[in-house]
């Protein structure tokens, strides 16, 4: 476990200093005084090899996610606790370029987010906030994998004047004291999703691979788990929608040992954008392969929503009951 000494810490809302006047950080404040960031900083002089060291931590919506995670969270100590260490980690399906780490704990992942998802997320964040205040206040369906904060790391060693960010997002670990057999990765396209290596563990399989098993190993909901789900997948869907965001996937983890199914919708961190239209313009068109009669699978975030809701409902299968006809 890494030894922190802290020197002269410093918090400052909006606060930033010329030489962030050009980072993403900067970008987003356009008023430091009012700005909802927080900033802390700290010094470290336990490295043996590179002397010294800045470290500047900037917490996006700090207020706002502190609200949020007294909802959902034991404490904020726990949280702390969690955080206070943490391991990399390789995700499956994951892009390879993408830091990925763990809460040591495994109650939490750690995900590297590009500017574009961070200033799309800055666009969206106050109908985030209130959604999901909402949902969790009236107890209404929602399967929306929770982003518990958003932050910019940077360390500036004083040996080498190098400095280097990252921009990282927290959110909660689905399969937290789970134990996961099977992991899927759905988006309700069939067009670039199959994933044919199926061998080791934690391989994540696609939506060709359960429609594959669809007749020979169904995954079946009792009638009031999927008309709950449902529900939330509406829920989360229009939401997501009235945002302009897409592209997301519904993560569902195969819980065999309770005989459960764990689920979140995740990735939606970024909108509509004029890219995503030509995306969606060159995949339609064909020009880059694969079935005719695929549907592509970035369209815009209203029929996305139609697709993925009309989807979900055909992958889980409702188990027959006495009520049934």
Request: charge should be positive; glycine fraction near 4%.
């Amino acid at each position: 476990m890494a030894v922190f000494w802290f020197l002269d810490l410093d918090y400052h809302y909006g606060n930033y200093s010329s030489e962030d006047a050009l980072s993403t950080v900067g970008s987003l404040i356009a008023d430091p005084k009012n700005s909802p960031h927080l900033r802390i900083s700290f010094e470290d002089e336990s490295s043996r090899t590179l002397g010294k060291a800045k470290f500047t931590v900037t917490c996006y919506f700090a207020k706002e996610f502190d609200a949020l995670r007294r909802k959902c969270c034991p404490s904020e100590v726990d949280f702390v606790r969690s955080l206070s260490r943490c391991k990399r980690w390789s995700a499956q399906g994951g892009k390879s370029n993408v830091y990925f780490a763990k809460s040591f704990d495994e109650r939490f992942i750690i995900k590297q987010v590009t500017k574009t998802e961070l200033e799309s997320f800055d666009e969206f964040a106050p109908e985030y906030f209130k959604y999901l205040t909402d949902a969790l206040s009236s107890g209404s369906p929602t399967c929306l994998a929770k982003v518990l904060g958003i932050y910019q790391v940077s360390v500036k060693h004083a040996k080498t004047a190098k400095e280097t960010k990252m921009d990282l997002m927290l959110m909660e670990n689905l399969s937290f004291k789970r134990s996961i057999s099977k992991v899927y990765d759905l988006k309700g396209s069939a067009r670039s999703r199959y994933n044919s290596d199926t061998t080791g563990a934690n391989k994540v399989l696609l939506d060709m691979n359960l429609l594959e098993t669809l007749h020979t190993d169904p995954i079946f909901l009792g009638s009031k788990a999927k008309r709950r789900l449902e529900r939330a997948v509406w829920n989360d869907t229009s939401f997501l929608a009235s945002v302009d965001v897409m592209d997301y996937s519904l993560l569902v983890g195969v819980d065999e040992e309770r005989k459960e199914l764990v689920l979140g919708i995740i990735d939606y961190m970024r909108q509509y954008t004029w890219d995503k239209h030509l995306e969606t313009w060159v995949k339609a068109s064909g020009i880059l392969g694969g079935p005719k009669n695929a549907s592509p699978t970035i369209i815009s975030p209203k029929q996305y929503k139609k697709r993925f809701r009309k989807a979900m409902t055909t992958y889980f299968l409702t188990v027959p009951d006495q009520w049934s006809s």
